[in-house]
């Protein structure tokens, strides 16, 4: 059974920092693009990092650049998002997608929640 649990979120104010974590389980990890998606109330769920290739080429969203980091570790089957210089406005639901490169079958966590907050 493919389970991708995601762990990491919390409540945080403005400037601050988190690290979400994805733990992958049931499939061949190193076999996928896996990236970090969000969903904010009343909005579509919208790419936020992802590593697209097996070289670990990275899109970012422009709204995170500079300030959230993607990065995996096949060893541990775990991938990962540094969320620093944190903004209200980053407020969201985050969910962990795993896409195969080639089949492009597709696995979704059940997300944790962001809240930037003062």
């Known amino acids: 059974q493919v389970q991708l649990v995601e762990s990491g979120g919390g409540l945080v104010q403005p400037g601050g920092s988190l690290r979400l974590s994805c733990v992958v389980s049931?499939?061949?990890?190193?076999?996928?693009?896996v990236g970090w998606y969000r969903q904010a109330p009343g909005r579509e769920r919208e790419l936020v990092a992802a590593?697209?290739?097996?070289?670990?080429?990275?899109n970012n969203a422009d709204s995170v650049q500079g300030r959230f980091t993607i990065s995996r570790d096949n060893a541990k089957n775990t991938l990962y998002l540094q969320l620093n210089s944190l903004k209200p406005e980053d407020t969201a639901v985050y969910f962990c997608?795993?896409?195969?490169?080639?089949?492009?079958?597709?696995?979704w966590g059940r997300g944790t929640q962001v809240t930037v907050s003062s």
């Open positions: 049931g499939l061949a990890f190193s076999d996928y693009a």
């Open positions: 997608n795993a896409v195969h490169f080639w089949t492009r079958q597709e696995y």
């Open positions: 590593i697209i290739t097996r070289t670990g080429s990275i």
